[in-house]
């Protein structure tokens, strides 16, 4: 099944080093490291960085073609500051990813047989809100995967709304579940939260990562967890992005079961924050 993955192209800085990232072409590149086919539509400015992401996009055997280059907007970049093994980001604004375009017709090869991925990240900005929407009236996903990555103050009510409407899997981490409950008026606690969104809305799946205490899978078959493994954690930085693209290719693309598919996807989380980076280099064949 074909991964199609909406939202930021960004650098990371770590001080003066720079890596590719942003949530989105991190699940298409794990997706894609991991054998799957991935698209990203997304922007980048006219400018060094763009180009270097374009071409590294390329080199990840990502699909760029969905990538608008912009001469009126800088590329993303995400200056990180470290505090313990968890990350803190302060984001440039505007962005190029604040402009996302989308070509309809460039679409129509992930119309049918895809799984739609984004944030809420992605949408602090009308322009890019509105391009999201017009994938959703342009393409039939199988599944939609909405990741809840509350940052800093870039969301709102309505925003929240909008991606619980149009999920098919949601994935929160444990602050966030406090958040989700506290819109929608419910006792802050994830299976109320699942109990709710199972009644109200298209969500099957509610994935809840916890750290390092590992991450709950909610499904109408019962609850299950996944330990991590003690590693060396050098920094946390795009652990939960492979996550979410582990689970999706595990259990859609190679049709494992739910909790086979977590456990693989664990397993390639807890090699991600042994390295450096959002989208460390390994081969598939570690984790298949």
Not at 164 to 169: E, G, M, R, S, Y
Request: charged share 25%; glycine share 10%; with cysteine.
């Amino acid at each position: 099944m074909k991964l199609l993955s909406f939202g930021e192209i960004l650098y990371d800085v770590f001080g003066d080093c720079e890596t590719l990232g942003g949530a989105p072409l991190n699940v298409a590149a794990h997706y894609r490291m991991l054998g799957g086919e991935s698209a990203i539509i997304s922007a980048v400015g006219d400018d060094r960085r763009g180009r270097g992401a374009i071409k590294a996009i390329e080199e990840l055997s990502v699909d760029a073609s969905l990538i608008a280059v912009l001469d009126k907007a800088p590329t993303g970049i995400a200056a990180i500051s470290m505090n313990g093994h968890d990350a803190d980001y302060e984001f440039n604004y505007p962005a190029a990813w604040d402009r996302i375009e989308v070509d309809e017709d460039a679409l129509e090869r992930y119309a049918d047989g895809s799984i739609l991925c984004f944030g809420t990240l992605a949408l602090r900005s009308t322009a890019s809100f509105m391009a999201l929407e017009d994938v959703l009236g342009t393409i039939s996903p199988e599944e939609v995967f909405v990741d809840i990555n509350i940052r800093k103050d870039f969301y709102s009510d309505g925003v929240l709304g909008f991606c619980l409407d149009n999920a098919t899997i949601l994935k929160v981490n444990a602050d966030e579940v406090g958040i989700i409950t506290d819109l929608v008026g419910i006792d802050e606690d994830a299976e109320a939260l699942f109990s709710w969104l199972q009644e109200y809305t298209a969500v099957e799946r509610l994935i809840v990562t916890r750290g390092k205490d590992g991450s709950d899978l909610h499904t109408s078959e019962g609850l299950i967890h996944e330990g991590c493994s003690e590693v060396k954690v050098v920094d946390t930085v795009g652990a939960g992005d492979s996550l979410s693209a582990a689970y999706l290719f595990f259990r859609f693309e190679k049709g494992l079961s739910d909790a086979e598919a977590l456990h693989k996807a664990t397993a390639v989380a807890d090699f991600v924050v042994q390295n450096k980076g959002a989208i460390p280099h390994y081969d598939a064949s570690m984790f298949i």
